[in-house]
């Protein structure tokens, strides 16, 4: 009677294959037999059935020379639902945000805040100095820096002789070498400073001129601004011609060379970048802040190594949101420079300079190998990251039953509702199931996250792809052809 069991195998799954065979975005949800299987059979099912499916999408011939890895596994039952190349390196992109957050929350706590503190000599209305120690806050703003020279002028500060920014915290080090060149000139991957203002980021806008003139470049802010130097070779040509700008940088030099054309009938042209010195653009957007209140400044300086000062009044302290805020920006908006500056902050903390270790430290008491993973960043931009899907899956498990879950789940983004996944699954069944992170690099894609489905199941999964030669929307998309099947077939 053996051989009844593949029969009825067969059988069942000709029976399912109208319903396997469902467009992408469809959000028609699988039917389930009139009798529910037992769990361990509708596992056994699925894996089985969907198995197939993804063979046909990454043996697509535009994924032959690509390399894709796997995981999903019940959160519940802790099945492993499907694996393919699970215990092999990957380059993560962004999915190494996952473990960035999660040192940060198990090492740091909720309720952990950045405090940059104020000190002042001297008695008002004239200081004889005011230092601000930078501690690596990545939130501060503009706004940030308006309450405190507002602070200061309601202490009835007129004038300082000496204005200290103090950028001692973090070693000088601050853009990892092994991010490529031609990324660092964008705001994605700015300095990693003690000091840190605007993301450490300034917008550049190109707007169309007359024809055969060069476009008019507008910045954000004129202090950031200062710090580069332009050579604008963009025109402005016909209505309706294809879109052809770029912006590059000078290895080694605060210059960027722009070429190209625009169209007339372009309304703007909209470009991120980084800030070159970051410490300096503190310095003097402080002053300049302090200056339109009526606070006269003698002497700015930047000061790179810590020193010992005589005694001082702490004067102000400009705070933090809490970290979850922070991660927030972190695993939703994909946002690098937070995630640089958390892990830097952890590895002052432990007095260690090693970012590796530091999270060697923390995930190796959760049972998590470290050889499942090598890492010489904490955002995922550099493409010497590796972590194998097994790595991002025992994290995202293990982080399930910690009781800070509930600020690591909140900080993912949400399929069709926030962050990097705002605009992905947008018509299937699986909008606002999906709590994961993306991740991007040219010829690399990644999701990895939890998959909430009926009846309070939740599924782990990672999905890695790398050494493609297709865009970026196009690996995407495959991606998420794999992550609906499971929901299909649930």
Same mark, same amino acid.
């Given at each position: 009677?053996?051989y009844l069991k593949p029969?009825?195998?067969l059988l069942s799954?000709?029976?399912?294959?109208?319903?396997l065979s469902?467009?992408?975005?469809a959000e028609?949800k699988?039917?389930q037999?009139?009798?529910?299987?037992?769990?361990?059979?509708?596992?056994?099912?699925?894996?089985?059935?969907i198995?197939?499916k993804i063979?046909?999408?990454?043996? $697509?011939?535009?994924?032959?020379? $690509?390399?894709?890895?796997?995981?999903v596994?019940?959160?519940?039952?802790?099945?492993?639902l499907y694996s393919?190349?699970?215990h092999k390196?990957?380059?993560?992109?962004?999915?190494?945000?996952?473990l960035?957050t999660?040192v940060a929350?198990l090492e740091?706590?909720?309720?952990?805040?950045?405090?940059?503190?104020?000190y002042?000599r001297?008695?008002?209305?004239n200081?004889?100095?005011v230092?601000?120690k930078?501690?690596?806050?990545p939130?501060?703003s503009?706004?940030?820096?308006?309450n405190l020279?507002?602070?200061l002028?309601?202490?009835?500060i007129?004038?300082?002789?000496q204005?200290?920014v103090?950028n001692?915290?973090f070693?000088?080090?601050t853009?990892n070498?092994?991010?490529e060149?031609s990324?660092?000139y964008?705001?994605?991957?700015t300095s990693?400073?003690?000091?840190?203002l605007n993301?450490n980021?300034?917008?550049?806008t190109?707007?169309?001129q007359k024809?055969?003139?060069?476009?008019?470049l507008i910045?954000?802010? @004129?202090?950031?601004?200062?710090?580069?130097q332009?050579e604008?070779?963009v025109i402005?040509?016909a209505?309706?011609?294809l879109?052809?700008?770029e912006?590059n940088?000078?290895l080694?030099?605060?210059?960027?060379?722009?070429?190209?054309?625009l169209?007339?009938?372009?309304?703007?042209?909209i470009?991120?970048?980084a800030v070159?010195?970051p410490a300096?653009?503190?310095?003097?957007s402080?002053?300049?802040?302090?200056?339109?209140?009526g606070?006269?400044?003698?002497?700015?300086l930047?000061v790179?190594e810590?020193r010992? @000062?005589p005694?001082?009044?702490?004067?102000?302290?400009?705070?933090?949101?809490?970290?979850?805020?922070?991660l927030?920006?972190?695993?939703?908006e994909?946002?690098?420079l937070?995630?640089?500056?958390?892990?830097?902050?952890?590895a002052?903390?432990?007095?260690?300079?090693d970012i590796e270790?530091?999270i060697?430290?923390v995930?190796?008491?959760l049972?998590?190998d470290s050889? $499942?993973? $090598?890492?010489?960043?904490?955002?995922g931009?550099?493409r010497h990251?590796?972590?194998?899907?097994e790595a991002?899956?025992?994290?995202l498990?293990?982080?399930?039953?910690t009781?800070?879950?509930e600020?690591?789940?909140?900080?993912?983004?949400i399929a069709?509702?926030n962050?990097?996944?705002?605009?992905?699954?947008l018509d299937s069944?699986?909008?606002?199931?999906?709590?994961?992170k993306?991740?991007s690099l040219s010829?690399v894609a990644?999701?990895?996250g939890?998959?909430?489905?009926p009846k309070d199941?939740?599924?782990?999964?990672?999905?890695?792809?790398?050494n493609?030669?297709?865009?970026?929307?196009?690996l995407r998309?495959a991606?998420d052809?794999?992550?609906l099947?499971w929901?299909?077939?649930?």
């Amino acid at each position: 009677m053996g051989y009844l069991k593949p029969l009825k195998f067969l059988l069942s799954l000709w029976l399912w294959l109208p319903f396997l065979s469902l467009p992408v975005n469809a959000e028609t949800k699988l039917s389930q037999p009139d009798v529910q299987p037992s769990q361990e059979k509708k596992e056994k099912f699925c894996s089985q059935a969907i198995a197939s499916k993804i063979k046909s999408i990454i043996n $697509s011939p535009q994924f032959v020379r $690509s390399n894709w890895g796997i995981l999903v596994k019940n959160l519940n039952t802790q099945t492993i639902l499907y694996s393919l190349n699970a215990h092999k390196y990957f380059i993560p992109a962004s999915n190494t945000k996952l473990l960035t957050t999660a040192v940060a929350l198990l090492e740091l706590g909720e309720n952990f805040r950045i405090y940059t503190p104020v000190y002042g000599r001297g008695n008002p209305p004239n200081l004889t100095r005011v230092t601000v120690k930078g501690k690596g806050d990545p939130t501060i703003s503009t706004e940030s820096l308006q309450n405190l020279v507002r602070q200061l002028k309601q202490k009835g500060i007129k004038h300082i002789e000496q204005l200290v920014v103090d950028n001692s915290y973090f070693a000088q080090q601050t853009i990892n070498p092994s991010w490529e060149w031609s990324d660092i000139y964008n705001y994605y991957a700015t300095s990693v400073s003690s000091l840190i203002l605007n993301d450490n980021s300034v917008t550049l806008t190109l707007l169309p001129q007359k024809l055969g003139q060069p476009v008019k470049l507008i910045w954000s802010d @004129e202090i950031a601004a200062r710090q580069w130097q332009v050579e604008n070779k963009v025109i402005t040509v016909a209505k309706d011609t294809l879109y052809d700008v770029e912006i590059n940088g000078v290895l080694g030099q605060p210059i960027l060379k722009l070429h190209g054309e625009l169209a007339l009938d372009r309304q703007q042209d909209i470009w991120d970048l980084a800030v070159v010195d970051p410490a300096k653009y503190f310095l003097e957007s402080l002053r300049h802040l302090l200056l339109l209140e009526g606070i006269t400044v003698t002497r700015g300086l930047v000061v790179n190594e810590a020193r010992i @000062e005589p005694s001082e009044t702490k004067l102000a302290t400009i705070i933090s949101p809490t970290l979850p805020t922070i991660l927030t920006a972190i695993n939703q908006e994909s946002n690098n420079l937070y995630a640089e500056a958390l892990l830097k902050i952890i590895a002052k903390k432990l007095n260690i300079d090693d970012i590796e270790r530091v999270i060697d430290i923390v995930l190796s008491e959760l049972g998590i190998d470290s050889y $499942s993973y $090598s890492l010489i960043d904490g955002s995922g931009l550099s493409r010497h990251n590796l972590i194998t899907p097994e790595a991002l899956v025992q994290t995202l498990n293990v982080m399930a039953s910690t009781p800070v879950f509930e600020s690591y789940l909140n900080s993912l983004a949400i399929a069709g509702v926030n962050g990097t996944l705002k605009r992905r699954f947008l018509d299937s069944n699986l909008r606002g199931n999906i709590l994961a992170k993306t991740g991007s690099l040219s010829g690399v894609a990644s999701l990895s996250g939890y998959l909430n489905l009926p009846k309070d199941e939740t599924l782990i999964f990672s999905i890695v792809v790398n050494n493609s030669a297709l865009s970026s929307q196009k690996l995407r998309q495959a991606i998420d052809k794999i992550v609906l099947l499971w929901g299909q077939c649930y």
